[in-house]
C-alpha cells in the first residue's frame, strides 16, 4: 500500500514557475513507476509526465515537454514536478500516482495509487 501526498500548487503569472512534490509512505516506494496527471474543469485527465523506478526513463505529455521535468528521490521517498513557462492552459488539478510496476507508463490504467491533487492555477 502506497499513499501520496501532493503540495506546491498554487497561483502563478504566466511565464512564472512552480515546482509539485508528492510524498510517498511505504518503504516499496523504490518499486515504483511515478507519474503526473492533471485535470481541469470539464476536461478529462490528462498525462503530464513518469519517471520509471530509478530514474532512467522518462515520458512527457506533448503539451508540456521543454517547459515540466519530473524527477525523484527515492531516499526521500519523493516525486518533483518542476514547472516552467506556465500558462493559463496548464492550470488543473494535479495527481501524482505510483505505478503498478517499475516501467514508465502514460495510461492512467496502470497505476495503483493516487494521491488527493493539488491545484495549480495560471493568471495573471
Not at 510517498?24 to 474543469?41: E, I, K, L
Not at 488539478?93 to 495549480?120: D, F, P
Request: a positive charge; glycine letters at 12%; proline letters at 2%.
Amino acid at each position: 500500500q502506497v499513499q501520496l501526498v501532493e503540495s506546491g500548487g498554487g497561483l502563478v503569472q504566466p511565464g512564472g514557475s512552480l515546482r509539485l512534490s508528492c510524498a510517498a509512505s511505504g518503504r516499496t516506494f523504490s518499486r515504483y513507476a511515478m507519474g503526473w496527471f492533471r485535470q481541469a474543469p470539464g476536461q478529462e485527465r490528462e498525462f503530464v509526465a513518469a519517471i520509471s523506478w530509478n530514474g532512467g526513463s522518462f515520458a512527457y505529455g506533448d503539451s508540456v515537454k521543454g517547459r515540466f521535468t519530473i524527477s525523484r528521490d527515492n531516499a526521500k521517498t519523493t516525486v518533483y514536478l518542476q514547472m516552467n513557462s506556465l500558462k493559463p492552459e496548464d492550470a488543473a488539478v494535479y495527481s501524482c500516482a505510483a505505478g503498478a510496476g517499475t516501467s514508465v507508463s502514460l495510461l492512467e490504467k496502470h497505476y495503483a495509487y493516487w494521491g488527493q491533487g493539488t491545484q495549480v492555477s495560471v493568471s495573471l
